[in-house]
């Protein structure tokens, strides 16, 4: 019985390695065996295990303070597995294009637009961005950026056809909160709008910005006034 035994030991020992080898030149994705040696690993890297559990609380009954490394690991570990699980759901890759929500105010120089990461201003966005850009040119407006919301990949995007010109080198970009910014456009000849678009056709995420609004309605009816007495004098 023991020398059956110790020739089982023996053959699994041997077989045990070939079985692996064999497993990584089966034809699967080379992503798919990397994930698999991760997880086979008997590292504390790749596998937190209950040994973790059990020398934690041994140290801290000693009195050993491991409080900071050990939040900033499970933060670690808490990362890597959600990001492990997005790559599980296979419209992960996919991005929603997702058209701003925004409002807007003007005087008779400048345009004001405040922007959400939203596709509603009375929504919730995402609060971080990236790979922003915007483009100014003649009367065209576009803005460009990357988010995640609910664990979505998003791109927002805002793009305007705008009443009249602006001056390209005069625009200003100001953050105002998390998933929040303001961008002011100069005109490039004073006037009172009425409408930020050149076209009759309503956008359905596009609101008054009452504050800014009432702010410049002076300037702006003392502007259109003195209009028809300076064409007079001419």
Not at 21 to 28: A, D, T, V
């Amino acid at each position: 019985m023991q020398s059956l035994l110790a020739f089982y030991t023996l053959a699994t020992a041997a077989i045990t390695p070939a079985i692996k080898w064999f497993s990584y030149l089966s034809l699967k994705p080379v992503e798919y065996n990397n994930m698999e040696a991760a997880i086979y690993s008997k590292t504390d890297r790749y596998v937190p295990n209950e040994r973790w559990v059990i020398i934690g609380g041994r140290l801290t009954r000693a009195g050993v303070d491991l409080s900071y490394r050990v939040r900033q690991s499970v933060e670690t570990v808490q990362k890597q597995s959600a990001e492990l699980l997005q790559l599980l759901n296979k419209h992960y890759d996919e991005v929603d294009v997702v058209k701003v929500a925004f409002q807007w105010a003007e005087s008779p120089h400048e345009v004001f637009l405040a922007v959400k990461f939203s596709n509603r201003w009375s929504s919730p966005g995402a609060l971080v961005v990236s790979d922003e850009s915007l483009e100014v040119k003649g009367n065209k407006l576009k803005y460009v950026s990357m988010g995640t919301q609910s664990d979505k990949k998003k791109k927002y995007i805002l793009e305007l056809e705008l009443y009249d010109e602006v001056i390209k080198d005069e625009t200003r970009v100001s953050p105002v909160s998390m998933g929040r910014f303001t961008i002011t456009l100069k005109k490039a000849r004073p006037s009172v709008w009425n409408t930020l678009t050149k076209g009759n056709e309503k956008i359905p995420n596009q609101q008054i910005w009452w504050d800014m609004k009432d702010k410049h309605q002076i300037a702006c009816d003392t502007f259109v006034e003195e209009k028809p007495e300076e064409k007079s004098e001419l």
